[in-house]
């Protein structure tokens, strides 16, 4: 179902890639489209600053991508939470993380087309570019769990992700949902993957509502098809 104009008193958060850029062949092949910046700096000005990313990318990344964002970054699945300069880390302090990339890249090692994607609070295998060794990225990743405690995996798109156990978007949703500027507004999720589910629930046991972006099962109640359509949806809520 389609969803309705953005309420008036929302609390907007957006997932980053599948959702404001389309999924590429690899995390540093994304396109940002040109008006996206522009778009989101209105949207900031719009929801006086209850404007969120809820993304797996670490802050670094996606300040990379883009520099002016004047929203919180939550980062590293929610594990990173980036207001202004300041980031603050909500799990995942003590993992010895130099040791979780360098077992991540030895497990890979067998197969040159496995990308190891290294993150300050976790790393990605992504099996992309040969479908066929996701059941080999899966298994690999569940010893890499097995070896570091304090960790656990998040399926995403063509890919494995090992994060800290506590880290999660919901939770993200949730702490800057207790403070301004987003506290007693509307939350909005907008998400395409499986670890948006649970920050989708949030929003709506919140009073608020979830857009799932593209195919696949959902708890969202509304969907759009793309990421083109969700940007034009996003203008429809800054003419009104
Ligand atoms: O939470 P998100 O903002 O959706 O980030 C989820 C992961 O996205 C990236 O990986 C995915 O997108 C890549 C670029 O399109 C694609 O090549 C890959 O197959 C996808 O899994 C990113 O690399 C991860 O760090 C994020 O956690």
Redesign the pocket.
């Known amino acids: 179902m389609r969803p309705p104009a953005l309420p008036d008193r929302a609390a907007l958060f957006l ?5 404001l ?7 540093d ?2 396109q940002v489209p040109p008006a996206l910046q522009d778009r989101l700096d209105r949207l900031h000005d719009r929801l006086d600053g209850a404007l969120a990313l ?4 670490h802050v670094a990344d996606l300040r990379r991508y883009l520099p002016r964002f004047a929203g919180v970054i939550a980062g590293s ?1 929610g594990a990173e939470m980036a207001h202004g300069d300041r980031v603050d880390l909500a799990s995942g302090a003590a993992l010895d993380i130099a040791a979780i990339h360098a077992a991540a890249h030895h497990l890979a090692a067998a197969h040159g087309t496995i990308l190891v ?1 290294e ?1 300050p609070l976790g790393v ?1 295998m ?1 099996y ?1 570019a040969e479908p066929a060794l996701a059941a080999f990225v899966d298994a690999a990743m569940r010893e890499l769990e097995a070896q570091f405690p304090g960790t656990r995996l998040q399926p ?4 494995v ?1 090992l994060q800290p156990e506590d880290a999660g978007k919901d939770g993200a949703l949730g702490r800057l949902m207790s403070a301004a500027p987003f506290q007693g507004r509307v939350p909005v999720y907008v ?3 499986l ?2 589910e649970p920050a989708m629930t949030a929003a709506q046991d919140r009073g608020g509502f979830a857009i799932k972006i593209g195919e696949g099962d959902s708890v969202a109640r509304y969907r759009l098809a793309d990421p083109p359509a969700l940007a034009r949806w996003l203008d429809r809520a800054l003419q009104q």
């Open positions: 997932d980053f890639d599948g959702v850029v389309e999924i590429a062949a690899s995390p092949a994304i809820v993304s797996g990318r699945h994607e993150k990605a992504h992309r995403a798109k063509m890919a992700e998400g395409d993957d670890t948006d």
